[in-house]
């Protein structure tokens, strides 16, 4: 068994930290372990495709040759199955064992399936999170006439988007009470949810199922309320779950996910971790988050990179911020504006039907969060805002 640095995982996380140890000067052995096949994956540019607002090959933002390029051994389509920590080997699939110096564990999230009795095991029931899935979902649509899009997240909104545009009939489904339930201000969320019902989407919150059928060419969803409609496929878009059944908690710290210090270090000092697999530490909230986006993963990617090749390097944190097209409008988020408490207050201006609209939170008269649609000029000014509230923060943690 040899000895090296080990990457398990083939996302951004995964392959920034690649690019930065690399970088960094590390010259040893550099394995990769993935069940994926072939050049990383960025899920997040899948909706543009399907959209034919971007080619296949955005997709796949590090390229044809970006391993052998960083002379990268790759194992690919070959599960990680356990790691032990105690003995720094990590177990794959096909039996075969590796010892790491060092390992980062980068193996992202997979989608979640609501424990609806027959939707796992449906025909036609996609989740678009992997190359395979959204080729798949290219084929399926094509002859579709009636689609659910089971989850009201972003992703499921922007598939909700393409599939309308298509001539598709959408119904859009929520068990929670609002869509965007992650980081939309309710207030702001009825203004997306009114603009998406003008394009013709039919959305219904508060609502799940209670049985899925297949039928020869499509589906028929069965309701709690008695009632059963039939669909052509379901796309599942209703949230994601870390990837980590191989990791002991016994062994390693886990809360929702692994958890990580300032440096995307695990409680073990050998294994790190970065991407949608990872908590770190949320500097507008003050406390470990699980953040799973793009963005987050690569930085968080980059940072593990430079610590693991001895080049110590501090994360900043992150804000969460999202931006997104929805039918012509473009929907903004960035810090918190989910907050609660007798010291937050809101403040709204603007129509998003006939200008620019300006959702701001702020706790304790400090801005916290803010929800924009179309409004990019606002951005920047709200984004260095909370930059410097996040610094002050900082500051005071750093101080204790």
């Known amino acids: 068994m040899s000895s090296a640095y080990y990457i398990l995982g083939n996302g951004g996380a995964a392959n920034y930290a690649i690019k930065a140890l690399r970088s960094a000067g590390y010259a040893g052995e550099l394995h990769q372990i993935s069940d994926d096949a072939g050049p990383g994956f960025n899920p997040m540019v899948a909706p543009y495709y399907l ?20 002379r990268v051994i790759a194992h690919h389509e070959d599960k990680v199955v356990a790691l032990d920590a105690g003995n720094a080997t990590i177990t794959t699939a096909s039996g075969r064992q590796f010892h790491y110096d060092k390992c980062l564990v980068a193996t992202g999230a997979r989608p979640v399936m609501p424990p609806v009795p027959g939707l796992k095991e449906s025909r036609f029931a996609f989740p678009l999170r992997e190359a395979h899935t959204t080729t798949t979902l290219e084929q399926v649509h094509k002859n579709a006439t009636r689609v659910l899009v089971l989850g ?14 298509k001539g598709i009939s959408v119904v859009l489904a929520d068990i929670a009470p609002q869509i965007m339930p992650q980081g939309a201000h309710p207030l702001a969320a009825q203004r997306v949810e009114s603009w998406l019902k003008q394009h013709g989407v039919t959305i219904r919150l508060k609502t799940t199922l209670s049985l899925v059928e297949d ?3 499509g589906v028929i969803c069965h309701f709690p309320d008695g009632t059963a409609e039939s669909f052509d496929f379901i796309a599942v878009c209703a949230g994601i779950r870390p990837n980590l059944e191989f990791i002991d908690p016994d062994q390693v710290k886990i809360d929702r996910a692994l ?3 300032d440096f995307m270090q695990t409680s073990v000092a050998n294994i790190y971790a970065a991407g949608d697999v990872c908590e770190s530490f949320n500097r507008l909230a003050t406390r470990q988050q699980w953040m799973g986006t793009w963005g987050n993963a690569c ?6 990179g430079l610590n693991m090749a001895n080049v110590r390097t501090r994360s900043a944190g992150s804000i969460p911020q999202h931006v997104s ?17 007798e010291q937050v207050r809101i403040e709204e201006h603007g129509d998003p039907f006939s200008g620019p609209y300006h959702l701001a939170v702020y706790d304790q008269d400090v801005l916290i969060g803010a929800n924009l649609i ?10 260095k805002e909370i930059t ?13």
């Not at 009201?152 to 545009?165: Q, R, W, Y």
């Not at 930085?299 to 593990?304: F, L, P, V």
Request: charged share 20%; glycine share 8%; hydrophobic share 40%.
């Open 325 to 341: 097209p929805v039918f012509a409008w473009t929907y903004m988020q960035v810090g918190d504006a989910l907050r609660q408490g």
């Open 259 to 261: 958890c990580t210090n």
């Open 215 to 217: 039928t020869a060419d």
């Open 152 to 165: 009201a997240s972003f992703v499921g909104i922007e598939l909700a988007e393409v599939f309308t545009k």
């Open 388 to 400: 410097q509230e996040v610094t002050r923060i900082n500051a005071i943690r750093d101080a204790v």
């Open 51 to 70: 959209a034919g607002k971007a080619d296949w090959q955005t997709c796949f933002p590090f390229g044809e040759s970006f391993l052998a390029d960083h």
């Open 299 to 304: 930085y968080q990617g980059r940072i593990a």
């Open 374 to 383: 179309n409004n990019p000029g606002d951005l920047e000014w709200i984004k």
